[in-house]
């Protein structure tokens, strides 16, 4: 049985600012910075352990369901409901680029290591591969082989991972073109990858995370406890790979033993459905986000 006490428990601080849910929130690379997006159209910037609002974002059209930053915190990426992938500049807030061409809502982006390539997963039931050193507004690789709506993205250097509510989880080998599909039998609503690169971690919508070993596709673990039945909520590993974390939509965190999948911690983080988790790279701390508008820091 893992210890306890080693798990964020309090809160630290509340961020607020946005006008309605909060649909993501995210730390960068270092954990320094959190960035955040949601249903009033905005991404903000913060500092999350002075709890101090840096800078707002605004061009997106409908809600902002997803963000990612890349390693130097130079440039941004967003997508939402008005069907467009947004590439900012960090420092300046200037749209740099609008790639278009997803045919409906976009649930999820990722840039790739070398922040020279963005990956989004669409409601279209599609995965697009933009440019981002190009001028070109055209996507360079379009993967539809999915039967439903592309929830969750991860990347690794050589691969594409997502996750659909068709109910698998399918990773695309870019060298090689091959596509290897996981079927967990439930809608996949967001997936994960352990920090050691050999787990994937898939949030489904029958309350079941699911552990997946990256090389087999076995079904290693599940965790239950939460209620997951109707919202995309994240879901990740603490950053010693010792732990599952996960929201609920009754508003509460929970933590489970990564090995025998006990419920080791749950308290109520939000008033609301816990949309976001994301785990500090290097601190035991983690950053939550809820429909019910704010942001916490735990510790």
């Not at 278009?100 to 989004?120: C, D, I, P, T």
């Amino acid at each position: 049985m893992s210890d306890v006490s080693e798990l964020p428990s309090k809160e630290a601080n509340v961020l607020k600012g946005h006008e309605g849910g909060v649909l993501a929130a995210r730390f960068n690379s270092d954990g320094n910075y959190c960035l955040s997006c949601g249903k009033d159209r905005t991404i903000r910037l913060w500092n999350p352990h002075r709890g101090i609002h840096i800078k707002t974002y605004k061009s997106h059209g409908r809600e902002v369901r997803d963000v990612h930053v890349t390693q130097d915190n130079s440039k941004l990426v967003s997508c939402g409901g008005d069907r467009q992938v947004f590439y900012w500049d960090v420092a300046t807030g200037r749209v740099i680029r609008k790639f278009r061409g997803h045919g409906s809502e976009v649930n999820a982006v990722k840039f790739n290591e070398y922040a020279s390539v963005v990956v989004s997963a669409g409601y279209d039931q599609s995965l697009r591969a933009w440019d981002c050193r190009s001028h070109s507004t055209e996507p360079i690789q379009i993967i539809d082989t999915f039967s439903d709506s592309v929830m969750s993205v991860c990347l690794t250097k050589t691969e594409i991972i997502a996750g659909s509510v068709d109910g698998t989880v399918r990773t695309f080998d870019i060298r090689i073109g091959r596509e290897i599909s996981d079927n967990l039998g439930q809608p996949v609503n967001c997936i994960s990858m352990s920090n050691d690169g050999n787990c994937i971690l898939a949030s489904c919508l029958d309350s079941t995370l699911r552990l997946l070993d990256r090389s087999t596709g076995e079904l290693l673990q599940e965790y239950k406890g939460h209620i997951c039945k109707s919202f995309k909520l994240d879901c990740c590993l603490t950053n010693t790979d010792a732990h599952v974390a996960g929201g609920s939509e009754d508003g509460y965190i929970y933590f489970w033993d990564l090995v025998d999948a006990s419920v080791l911690s749950r308290f109520r983080a939000h008033s609301s459905v816990v949309t976001s988790v994301s785990y500090h790279p290097t601190d035991n701390c983690m950053v939550s986000a809820s429909v019910d508008g704010t942001i916490k820091i735990q510790t």
